[in-house]
Each structure stands twice: as structure tokens, then as C-alpha cells.
């Protein structure tokens, strides 16, 4: 819980928790600050109160009155997180919000962790299931006991003293196994669950796990690479990079400990390269996600405390807002309880022209007009994890008219997604409804790089993106370079050294429903139905979602090429999730294709 009146004006230190409720009581502040685009500000408490009003009665809408559950069936731990928002909401006193202290609407809530208290076990834990109605194990769930903790906090003196009783012997069960079993590694949930301990320990009396929690964030921040990111294998995880960022930024708010404030504008830094001009992740880096077209990440409260992060923030707002989208009613929640309002810096990617290239050297970034590159040099054998995903493929090209067009990111089980494959590609695939696959591939296939190296020009005056692999003793390269803002040339090239067959992989992202069309008047529209095209047999280009690529001879057109959902118990993925790919034989004879890539 911020010590401190929501959405502050930068550098105040916080007091106690005790007067989080007071303080959402009192009548907010006017901060009207002018924002100019040479003069950014952050202030979005008045329309964050607004949207987080209209979003109770559809959530108070979603709760069975009889239990107190949320959401639809199956009921899962996670439905009770709206409890957070329908807090805040509660405890906020503003001239737009109607639910200021509203008698239904804590009753509400305190049904609604009554159905948590009810589903805990012996140690606190409830069943992991999912709404496909598959079962993990039992969890801890720390996006549930977080908000739980701090709509706690926020109600407490409200609560009738049984209500308020039961709610407690619930918390602190919870809180005592995650205390004692919780926070052994450095990975995303312990740190989440690190947040939340420092907020039970305010909220129970319980300052021994506030200075657990404390330390424990300490060495998160003592952790991170110097980047701004945090690995969970090896490389950066740009998805979860924001699950420590918003553990910080709460913390931080709750504890009033600024130190970690450097941490964060490093973290922010990070996203700043790592996120496409249309407000998505950038997925070529990240060790455990693949790309996601419908994720536009606002950022969180670790991103208000700083200009860096506040930046970004405005940024993204307007790509919501851009997409059609409005902000959830979570994170209006947790920015108006633990945000900080203040100046904002631009960000250096949103120029017609920029470059980075991460202080290992191990990740690059072009912004050339309409274009938006990323390379990776980060490599690793492949894990017997299912979440640890193959780091197979290293570029991706991003047009502004178009969206994501080449890269997609990696997955596990699928040889042809990698740039480049060594051997018998047929060895190595899932098997449908196999729960428990073997994920490192035979003998006999190498579909990861045992190295690689980038760099971002490839000759003097010429920027682009060009990368240099080795599989074994085969040596591959791909570049990619823009040439005007509409063409881009990608070149492939391997002379293979052995006798195992050697393919590249060019892979695109599908828009299903959307038509493919080529060269020779042929066209399909992208859906269950597979397809296998040769370069003649398109003359010799396709167009499809706003882009035309040419294909060389040789080479081929595949789909659908389906991925591992590792989030998924037995792996299976929807068709939106596999990639439209060109396939590329290379031997003695053919050791290079070029592809032009225009957007008409």
C-alpha cells in the first residue's frame, strides 16, 4: 500500500500503512501541471478515477452472491484479484467516483475473500487450475494474495471484527508458508510474493516479514543486468521484466525505500528499446515468451517513479488508446494507490532515427524511418524446462504500417521456427496431447546456435542488423537492411560443411483470416488449411497483411508451422499462435537467398 496520498508529486517519503485509509479519504489535490511535448508530465488521476468507477458494477456484475466467487466456470484463485480494484475504489474520495465508501460494495468485498479463506488448505494454498480446467498442483497464487493483502489493508477498519478475523487467520496462514517456503530463488513470482509480504507485515504487525521481504528485494535489485533486465536462464525475459518492475515500484511506495529507484530507471530504459513503435513487447530477446499481438503493456507503478519510466507510461497510453483499448481496471488501481505523478523524459526509440546495442553486445535495436529492427546474439542450449523456450530465432523487422512482419520469437518442439536447422527437422515435434514431452531434440539435429555475434552496420554509412551463428561446425549469417522507408532486403547465407541437410527459416507472422496472394494470381485465405508453395508455384512473391516478399527460387512457403504453449498442460496452441514460414535449402551449390521485402 503507498504510505502516501495516491498519484504524489515525486520524493516525499512515506509515513505508515495505518494512514493509507485516511489518506484515501481525504479530498485529492489539484496537480495541473501543463504537459507539453517538450515538457511531458504524468498526472492521470482524474481519468484513472473515472475508468476504475465504471469498471465496479461490471465486476460487482461477475460475483455469485451465494459464495462470493468472481468470474466464470471454473472458479480459479486468480478470478478474487479484482478484490484490489474494487478496493481502491472503495477507499478513493473523488468527485468522479460514486463508490466512495459504499456499504454494498464493501460487502461485496469482504465475501469475496471470505470464498479465499474457504478454499485454502491446510497451508494456505489453493488448487493452480485454469479455465480449460486443467490442474497444476496446489499454489501460493501471488497475483492473488498480493491484491488480497492490500484490499485488506485498505477495508480493515471497516470490517466488522469476525469478517475482520477471518479475513486475518486466511492472511496470515498464507503468509506464514510463503515466508518460510516462498522466497528462495531470484524469479519473478518470489519477488512478486516479496512485495506482498512487505505489505502483510504492515498490514499484520508483522515487522519481521517486512525486513525478510526487505533483503529479499535487495538482492533482486543487486541482480538485474546492468541493462535493466532479469534473467531466469539466460538473457533477458522482456514479459516478466515487468513483474519485477511492479514488485519495486509497490515496494517502494509502501516502504518509502528509494534506493531501488535506480534499479527501475534502468528497468524502464530496457523497455524503452525493448517494445515496438505499436505499443507490443518486443519478443526476439525473450527467453520465455513468444510474440503476442494483442498484449499492450501500460507499464505499472515501478514506471511512475521515475522520468524514464514516466515516459513510457505516456507512451503507452496513447498506443491503448490508439488500438482501441482502455486501461484495466487493475492497473488504474495499483498506478492511483502506488503511482507518483512528475515530469517525463522522451523516449530515444520514438525518433525517426536511432540505435542501441546492449552494453554485452548481445542485443541490438534500429529505428530507420517506418523500420524497426532488433538482432539477438543471446544463445543457450536447449532446456528441459517447458517454460525456458528454445532460443532459436534472432531477428525480427517491424514496419509502421504494417506491424510485426518477420521473427515471432521462439518456442519449443518446432525446428522450423529457427533461423537456421541441422538435420532431420522430422525428429524433433510435439505430439499431440503429450503432457510431458522430451524437449531436447535427438541426436542428429542442431536447431540452436552453440554461438552467435550481431552487429548493426553492415558497411560503412549502411545501418542494418546483421548476424553471424554457428551450429557445430556449420557457420550461417543473416542481415537484414533497410533500403528506403518501403523496402527491406534480408539476406540468408550458410555454406555447409558437413553431410547433415542445412535449411534456413524466414518466419513470418500470419494474420489469419486474412488472404495470402501470389505472383501467379493464386491466392489462399490463412486457416486450418495447410499450405506448401514453391517459389515457381507463387511467381515468385506473395503479399499478405499490407507487405509483399519475394521468394528466391528454391524456396518454399509453409503453413501452419504450430508452436508449444508451454501455458497449456499438454502444449497445444491456437492456429493464431503458429507462423508462416519460408523454408530454405542450402548445400555446396546454393549457399545464399536474398529477399526483397516492400510494403506497397
Not at 288 to 314: D, K, M
Not at 319 to 336: C, M, Y
Not at 342 to 369: Q, Y
Request: glycine share 10%.
Amino acid at each position: 500500500m503507498s504510505n502516501q496520498r495516491p498519484l504524489r508529486t515525486g520524493g516525499r517519503r512515506g509515513r505508515s500503512l495505518a494512514l493509507v485509509a485516511a489518506l484515501f479519504s481525504l479530498e485529492s489535490v489539484s496537480m495541473a501541471a501543463v504537459s507539453s511535448p517538450e515538457k511531458p508530465v504524468w498526472n492521470p488521476r482524474d481519468p484513472f478515477v473515472e475508468r476504475l468507477a465504471g469498471c465496479v458494477r461490471p465486476l460487482l456484475d461477475g460475483q455469485d452472491r451465494k459464495t462470493g466467487r468472481f468470474g466464470t466456470t471454473p472458479w480459479i484463485s486468480t478470478d478474487q484479484n479484482v478484490l484490489f480494484p474494487l478496493a481502491v475504489a472503495w477507499a478513493t474520495k473523488h468527485p468522479k467516483n460514486p463508490w466512495h465508501h459504499d456499504r454494498a460494495l464493501l460487502g461485496a468485498i469482504m465475501q469475496g475473500g471470505d470464498a479465499l479463506v474457504d478454499a485454502q488448505d491446510a497451508r494456505g494454498m489453493w488448487t493452480f487450475r485454469k479455465k480449460d480446467g486443467s490442474t497444476w498442483g496446489q499454489i501460493a497464487q501471488p497475483w492473488t494474495y498480493s491484491r488480497w493483502v492490500r484490499a485488506f489493508a485498505l477495508i480493515k477498519g471497516a470490517m466488522p471484527a469476525p469478517r475482520r478475523a477471518k479475513w486475518e487467520r486466511g492472511l496470515r496462514l498464507g503468509y506464514t508458508t510463503i515466508a518460510r517456503t516462498g522466497l528462495r530463488r531470484i524469479h519473478n513470482i518470489p519477488c512478486h510474493h516479496a512485495m506482498g509480504l512487505y505489505c502483510a507485515g504492515e498490514a499484520l504487525g508483522r515487522d519481521d516479514w517486512k525486513k525478510q521481504a526487505k533483503a529479499f528485494l535487495h538482492r533482486v535489485v543487486r541482480q538485474q543486468h546492468g541493462d535493466g533486465y532479469w534473467s531466469e536462464h539466460r538473457g533477458p525475459v522482456v514479459l516478466y521484466n515487468y513483474v519485477y518492475s511492479e514488485a519495486l515500484g509497490c515496494y517502494a511506495a509502501m516502504s518509502g525505500d528509494r534506493t531501488v529507484l535506480p534499479a527501475l530507471r534502468r528497468a524502464a530504459r530496457f523497455h524503452a528499446w525493448l517494445t515496438y513503435p505499436d505499443g507490443t513487447n518486443v519478443e526476439t530477446v525473450d527467453e520465455r515468451n513468444p510474440y503476442h499481438p494483442e498484449r499492450i503493456a501500460l507499464g505499472n507503478a515501478g514506471f511512475t517513479l521515475t522520468p524514464e519510466g514516466r515516459g513510457f507510461l505516456i507512451r503507452q497510453r496513447a498506443r491503448l488508446e490508439a488500438a482501441g483499448r482502455k486501461v484495466s481496471a487493475d492497473a488504474a488501481a495499483q498506478i492511483l494507490l502506488h503511482g507518483e505523478a512528475g515530469p517525463a523524459k522522451p523516449l530515444p526509440a520514438d525518433a525517426a532515427r536511432a540505435e542501441w546495442t546492449s552494453a554485452d553486445g548481445k542485443i541490438a535495436v534500429l529505428r530507420a524511418g517506418p523500420w524497426f529492427l532488433v538482432g539477438s546474439a543471446h544463445t543457450a542450449p536447449v532446456s528441459g524446462s517447458r517454460w525456458i523456450q528454445d532460443r532459436q530465432n534472432f531477428l525480427s523487422v517491424f514496419h509502421d504500417k504494417t506491424g510485426l512482419i518477420v521473427g515471432g520469437g521462439n518456442t519449443k518442439l518446432q525446428p522450423y521456427w529457427s533461423s537456421f536447422a541441422v538435420g532431420n527437422r522430422a525428429r524433433l515435434r510435439h505430439r499431440r496431447g503429450d503432457a510431458a514431452p522430451t524437449f531436447v531434440p535427438p541426436s542428429g539435429l542442431t536447431h540452436v546456435p552453440s554461438a552467435a555475434s550481431l552487429k548493426l552496420a553492415i558497411a560503412k554509412n549502411v545501418p542494418g542488423v546483421a548476424l553471424a551463428l554457428r551450429y557445430g561446425a556449420e557457420r550461417a549469417a543473416v542481415r537484414a537492411v533497410p533500403e528506403g522507408d518501403a523496402q527491406l532486403r534480408v539476406t540468408y547465407a550458410c555454406r555447409p560443411a558437413g553431410d547433415r541437410p542445412v535449411h534456413g527459416h524466414l518466419t513470418l507472422i500470419p494474420h489469419v483470416g486474412r488472404v495470402v496472394r501470389t505472383g501467379a494470381g493464386a491466392s489462399a485465405k490463412l486457416g486450418g488449411d495447410p499450405i506448401a508453395w514453391t517459389a515457381k508455384a507463387c511467381g515468385g512473391w506473395i503479399e499478405h497483411a499490407g507487405w509483399r516478399l519475394t521468394l528466391p527460387a528454391g524456396t518454399r512457403l509453409l503453413w501452419p508451422r504450430t508452436a508449444h504453449n508451454p501455458y497449456r498442460k499438454t502444449g497445444h496452441s491456437a492456429l493464431g499462435e503458429a507462423r508462416l514460414v519460408v523454408e530454405m535449402p542450402f548445400d555446396r551449390e546454393r549457399t545464399q537467398y536474398e529477399f526483397a521485402l516492400t510494403i506497397p
